[in-house]
């Protein structure tokens, strides 16, 4: 996007109060319906987040945009292949020449225990105050599909509905006295307008739906990102001592360690189950599903379920993602494998025992249509055993 700034192919207009933000949006292809709203103080844009005025957060497969009311600046984090999330902010005061200044700073938070200490997002949950200060973090909260509804969304405005679940989203809790809640009254909600003034953001949606996605994105760009570093740290150690068997013993042991815990989040292995039908309230859902390829039969990865789990089909739809065609060869190879192994029902062990043959046989074909490389590691692979 600076590139085409430069060459004068794309113009940012900061003509309106919400600054550079919408034609920023529109530039770097983010859907406005994928708009989440947080208001805990728990982000660089903590001084401008409240219950009044929540963080907007907006995403696509590669980049997410942070905006809050009256910030000098629009937070960006752009997914490189290789290094995972790259921080930048675009100064909002400058009406005339937007400036993406990058900010390593940002890894103070984005680097450490919770993202594998790799450069990862991170998402919380925590026991906000009605001035949106935390009282405290969820215990052991992190993001991801795993995580069971109840303890997601502290901090956050989510509309939509659910059933009988409940979550932490739209309340004001405590840390120690949180139990005592009644969650019934703060879910299943689809309208914001009388918590805070929506007609300031470009969507009145926090929606649950778009909260799910975001959930399962965050934590899956850490593993593809971790599964590339731990590949590139194993080989790093071979061209060090090529003729050591223990050192290739470790480094066969750090892909391996590295490939099943991406495979198992890859596949849904750890996901939460709903225990009633999951209904957002903007288009996101619809949106959403459009884009992506579809198989010979017209299922795509990005089909959604929302009874029982997220996705129709339990595979990452990341799996297309820039990051995941970065991985090394060596890994590429070990994740294939893996994925023929389980797939076909070769693997039925540990994670893998109650995989539905339903579920095997339809992920597999989808990838088998809409996945080349896995498509050319068969026919490779078929080769090598009918060569002996």
Known sequence: LKTRLLLGEVELRN?????????????????VSSQTLVFSKTSSQAPFTSPKTPRALYYNDTVYVGWAQGSSAIDIAAID??????????DQTDRKTPRFTR????????????????????????????????SGMVDGFVSGHNNRLVDRWGGWYVTGTHGA???LGNAFLHE???????LSKTSNVTDLSDRFDTSKYLSPHSDTVALLVLDHAVRMQVYLTRARY?????????RRAPNDARVKAWSDRRIRDAGEELLAYMLFRDEAQFQGPIKGTSNFASEFQKLGPRDSRGRSLRAFDLQKRVFRFPCSYLVYSESFEALPPRMQDYLWRRVDEVLTGRDRKGLYAHMADSDRRAVREILVDTKPAFKAWLATNARKRSSG
Not at 176 to 182: A, E, G, P, V
Request: with cysteine; aromatic share 6%; net charge negative.
């Open 165 to 167: 679940t409940v979550h």
């Open 15 to 31: 003509d309106n109060p919400k600054g550079y933000l919408p034609s920023l949006l529109k530039a770097l292809d983010v859907p």
């Open 230 to 238: 731990e590949t590139l740290y194993a080989e790093d150690e071979i």
């Open 176 to 182: 120690n006295d949180h139990r005592k809640t009644d």
């Open 103 to 134: 900010r390593n700073e940002c890894m103070t938070c984005h680097l450490g225990p919770k993202t594998l200490d790799v450069p990862g997002l991170v998402l919380r949950s925590v026991y906000p105050r009605p001035n949106g200060d935390a």
């Open 81 to 90: 292949p290789k290094k995972g999330p790259i921080f930048y902010t675009l």
